[in-house]
């Protein structure tokens, strides 16, 4: 009986853990999610180890920027089901703290029509890996140009969700007259470290 249950167990966590992929690969798919890059072990953005997931595309154009090769929303290529298979199986499944969303800009969305349709389907990207991570109660970092002040105040159902998915927000432009070398998961001293509660501001560092 013992033996019986165990085995049920391990089946239901199976069949939660095929449901969560199924779905994310299919909000991905329908995002038509674009990545830049993918670094399955990374110690730079974010504490512990990560999965750093770059996300292309970013209309801040920030003096200094040290990563302008990701501005042009059209760059990238598709996320797979390749690609969440290696998270799963290289990330999710061993000693990985969490996840970061990167860019690029993963959340940002203006009102510019030439801009909106790129942004909308990076915040969907963003949201959907932000799930997948929590269901694994992995931790989700996100580095934003936009404000926490200003995503949250976009209008914007899917970046309104997705804050309540991520544990630390790190936001603001890179101000190239504030560069600090010293600051620890930032670049300019304007941008803060924020970790979030259920999508509110919990403490600032």
């Known amino acids: 009986m013992k033996s019986t249950s165990t085995k049920d167990a391990l089946l239901n ?5 095929n449901k969560i992929f199924e779905d994310t690969l299919f909000a991905l798919l329908k995002a038509n999610a674009q990545v830049s890059d993918i670094k399955l072990e990374d110690f730079a953005n974010g504490e512990g180890i990560r999965t750093s997931i770059w996300l292309p595309g970013c209309s ?20 797979t089901e390749i690609d969440l298979l290696n998270i799963t199986n290289r990330s999710i499944h061993i000693l990985n703290d969490g996840v970061t969303l990167l860019g690029g800009e993963p959340l940002m969305v203006h009102n ?22 929590k269901f694994y109660d992995k931790t989700v970092w996100v580095y934003s140009g936009a404000t926490y002040e200003e995503l949250s105040e976009s209008g914007s159902s899917i970046v309104e969700e997705a804050l309540r998915y991520i544990d630390v927000l790190v936001d603001g432009r890179f101000e190239e007259d504030k560069k600090d070398l010293g600051l620890k998961f930032r670049g300019s001293s304007n941008q803060r470290l924020l970790r979030l509660k259920n999508g509110e501001i919990a403490s600032i560092e």
């Open 13 to 17: 966590v199976i069949s939660q853990e």
């Open 112 to 133: 510019e029509s030439q801009y909106k349709k790129y942004q909308e389907r990076n915040c969907a990207t963003t949201l959907a890996i932000a799930k997948f991570a």
């Open 60 to 79: 801040f154009y920030c003096k200094g920027c040290f990563n302008k090769s990701s501005w042009d929303y059209e760059s990238g290529r598709p996320f």
